[in-house]
């Protein structure tokens, strides 16, 4: 297995570049910031963004905790990895991510400033100062159950062929933490979330009325939220195909709202109006 370190300072957009950069070096799987990760799936381990003071996110990036360490180097035992990109501030620290993975020397250095334009990594710097912003090399889709409170945005990569023509190279996610936002903490209410799931039902003119919600794990967003619908359908509706189409609306619209990731979708129908005739 060879390994392959990506250096550069924080900030300056090792993350964004990450697949990108894995793809070039032939490397089968990625290890950033405490996750290991493969074909864009978080395989094992835990984001360091998800931890609450940066003494705490460095020793979450650098596999300090034994059983932090110990899943990931037993996801690595089970696969097939001829290659492996670690990305660190520096030498010194992939050098101790290697050794507590147990993984061999490595035996080439990439460097941000090798890969990256100065004018690009100064606008990854201004952005990480002024809005907090970071990149992990995953889609959204793939991240959210892993960072539920955070703000959570995709961003399409682009390469340029040999005719500088660009092709979309895959997606990888921004986010912010709550806590950090510019807004100072956010917090969400259940009721919050039962007004959203009532607008975009009601956007439908299928439903006549929202009779009951229910929001649980409002207080355990890790889980997943699981909202819970009793409604009133309006009379000759396709009740199936009305309640699939509500429910991925429902979901789509508060994950966007509220960045937190809905896992259920609960519909029953407690009536049936049928309209008055003039």
């Known amino acids: 297995m060879d390994v392959v370190a990506f250096i550069g300072p924080a900030g300056t957009g090792k993350s964004h570049r990450a697949s990108k950069v894995a793809y070039d070096c032939g490397a089968d799987v990625i290890i950033d910031d405490g996750i290991l990760i493969k074909d864009n799936r978080i395989i094992a381990g835990s984001s360091a963004k998800y931890e609450s003071n940066k003494i705490r996110s460095v020793k979450k990036a650098i596999f300090a905790d034994d059983e932090h360490a110990r899943q990931v180097r037993d996801a690595l035992s089970q696969m097939q990895v001829s290659r492996v990109l670690v990305l660190g501030t520096s030498s010194n620290m992939v050098d101790k991510i290697v050794r507590v993975l147990q993984l061999p020397p490595v035996s080439q250095v990439i460097n941000i400033y090798d890969v990256s334009t100065p004018d ?10 002024t809005q907090n912003k970071h990149i992990v090399p995953v889609p959204k889709i793939e991240l959210q159950p892993h960072l539920p409170n955070f703000m959570i945005d995709p961003m399409r990569l682009f390469s340029k062929s040999a005719r500088q023509a660009r092709h979309h190279f895959g997606e990888v996610s921004v986010v912010r933490p709550n806590r950090f936002s510019v807004f100072g903490k956010l917090i969400i209410s259940e009721r919050a979330v039962a007004m959203i799931v009532r607008e975009e039902l009601l956007k439908d003119n299928s439903w006549v009325a929202l009779t009951r919600i229910s929001v649980k794990n409002m207080e355990k967003p890790e889980r997943g939220l699981v909202l819970r619908l009793e409604v009133t359908v309006r009379y000759g509706v396709n009740i199936p195909n009305a309640v699939r189409a509500a429910q991925e609306r429902i979901r789509t619209q508060v994950e966007y709202m509220t960045w937190m990731t809905v896992s259920d979708v609960d519909i029953f129908v407690r ?6 005739k003039g």
């Open 271 to 276: 009536g049936i109006v049928a309209e008055a």
């Open 120 to 129: 690009a990594i100064m606008k990854a710097r201004e952005t990480r100062r």
